[in-house]
């Protein structure tokens, strides 16, 4: 369910985004959507949210 409310709230905001921020949201929704997909199958979730906090896991290091 959080990705159809956050997906529309992207469709609404996406216009004004740069375009490198959209094509990052773009797959992190994807990621979410495909994590939300998996039910009860926690390593399937596991691995797909994973996928979505990858791109943010230098920022995390670094700290």
């Known amino acids: 369910m959080l990705h159809k409310e956050l997906k529309e709230k992207q469709r609404k905001l996406r216009d004004n985004f740069p375009e490198g ?31 979505l906090l990858m791109p943010h896991m230098h920022k995390i290091q670094s700290a």
Do not use: P
Not at 22 to 43: F, G, Y
């Open 21 to 51: 921020l959209a094509l990052r949201v773009h797959r992190a929704l994807s990621w979410l959507d495909k994590s939300e997909q998996c039910n009860q199958d926690l390593d399937c979730q596991f691995i797909f949210y994973g996928f």
